[in-house]
């Protein structure tokens, strides 16, 4: 499974952005995704995750009431819908695959991963 992940850019603080993830191949209906960031100096994170039938989704604490996860299996896309956008939410955004169905937060689950797209919110 390939993915591309897209949508990132400069946005002011209190803005929004929709992040967008095609999947390369059909099977993705199966995998549960999950959308990490990683910030420079600092672990990369799971900030949100859906199961594969988008019945069950998580979020970080951190992003909780402003990230929205979600899919479309006919399209082989996930996306993140971000609002309210704050400074410390500036990072790479990277959309991943996981082996298992369930949803899961775990990085440990997913083996597949895109090539990251950089969010970079200014105050």
């Known amino acids: 499974v390939q993915l591309q992940a897209s949508g990132g850019g400069l946005v002011q603080a209190g803005g929004s952005l929709r992040l967008s993830c095609a999947a390369s191949r059909r099977t993705f209906s199966n995998n549960a995704m999950g959308w990490f960031r990683q910030a420079p100096g600092k672990e990369r994170e799971c900030v949100a995750a859906i199961n594969w039938s988008s019945s069950s989704t998580a979020y970080a604490d951190s992003v909780k009431g402003r990230f929205t996860i979600s899919r479309d299996n006919a399209k082989n896309t996930v996306y993140l819908q971000m609002n309210s956008l704050k400074p410390e939410d500036t990072a790479v955004y990277y959309c991943?695959?996981?082996?298992?169905?369930?949803?899961?937060?775990?990085?440990?689950?997913?083996?597949?991963w895109g090539q990251g797209t950089q969010v970079t919110v200014s105050s």
């Open positions: 991943a695959a996981a082996r298992i169905s369930a949803m899961t937060m775990h990085p440990q689950f997913y083996n597949y």
